[in-house]
């Protein structure tokens, strides 16, 4: 099939302009479509599917993106960094820096060590804690309301973990936010 597009006709001796498309079927015959948003040419079409295949393509890695971390929120509800589930449990910061990774703990929960080796706190029930047990970041869940998450910085590279600190004994747990910042406490980790 060939189309071409017919700009112009006549009617009553008069030039129209008219943009009605004309499909050639293989017999030789002509049909004429009278809508001219169906007169799309074949690699105007081409190049029309490959733009949405691109754009689902990336729909689907964000939403696949999404799902493999867990966004941690400071006391007011702000988002400041992430952990990343399929990257080793590794703790992000919004800007993209890697500062700490999670480790199992015996006691059920986890240690949060930063990559210079030091023990920072504990991730339990939801909540990084220090070593006072005072809260620094919680998950969504834990908070409730929170603010809306800006855009992830793309990830850096991980620096090598160094020998890890032993973790001190877990003091009890306050119901109420420390002094440190989560970006601080979460900070102290990096290399």
């Given at each position: 099939?060939?189309r071409?597009?017919r700009?112009?006709?006549?009617?009553?001796?008069?030039?129209?302009?008219?943009?009605?498309?004309?499909?050639?079927?293989?017999?030789?015959?002509?049909?004429?479509?009278a809508?001219?948003?169906?007169c799309?040419?074949?690699?105007?079409?081409?190049?029309?599917?490959?733009?949405?295949?691109?754009?689902?393509?990336i729909?689907?890695?964000?939403?696949?993106?999404?799902?493999?971390?867990?966004?941690?929120?400071?006391?007011?509800?702000?988002?400041?960094?992430?952990?990343?589930?399929?990257?080793?449990?590794?703790?992000?910061?919004?800007?993209?820096?890697?500062?700490?990774?999670?480790e199992?703990?015996?006691?059920?929960?986890?240690?949060?060590?930063?990559?210079?080796?030091?023990?920072?706190g504990?991730?339990?029930?939801?909540?990084?804690?220090?070593?006072?047990?005072?809260?620094?970041?919680?998950?969504?869940?834990?908070?409730?309301?929170?603010?809306?998450?800006?855009?992830?910085?793309?990830?850096?590279?991980?620096?090598?973990?160094?020998?890890?600190q032993?973790?001190?004994?877990?003091?009890?747990?306050?119901?109420?936010?420390?002094?440190?910042p989560?970006?601080?406490?979460?900070?102290?980790?990096?290399?």
């Open positions: 099939m060939k071409r597009l700009e112009n006709r006549k009617t009553n001796g008069q030039v129209v302009t008219s943009r009605t498309c004309l499909t050639r079927r293989s017999s030789g015959t002509t049909q004429k479509r809508a001219p948003y169906l799309v040419r074949g690699h105007q079409m081409n190049r029309l599917l490959q733009i949405i295949v691109v754009l689902f393509t729909t689907l890695t964000v939403v696949a993106h999404a799902e493999d971390t867990v966004t941690l929120f400071n006391g007011a509800g702000k988002a400041e960094a992430y952990i990343a589930i399929d990257d080793e449990l590794t703790i992000y910061l919004w800007s993209g820096k890697p500062v700490a990774y999670l199992n703990d015996s006691d059920g929960g986890y240690h949060v060590y930063g990559f210079n080796g030091k023990h920072l504990w991730f339990v029930k939801g909540i990084v804690r220090d070593h006072e047990g005072n809260a620094a970041c919680a998950v969504k869940e834990v908070l409730g309301s929170t603010q809306q998450e800006p855009y992830k910085s793309y990830k850096q590279y991980k620096p090598y973990k160094s020998y890890t032993y973790a001190p004994y877990r003091p009890y747990f306050s119901n109420s936010f420390g002094d440190t989560c970006r601080f406490l979460l900070g102290e980790g990096a290399k």
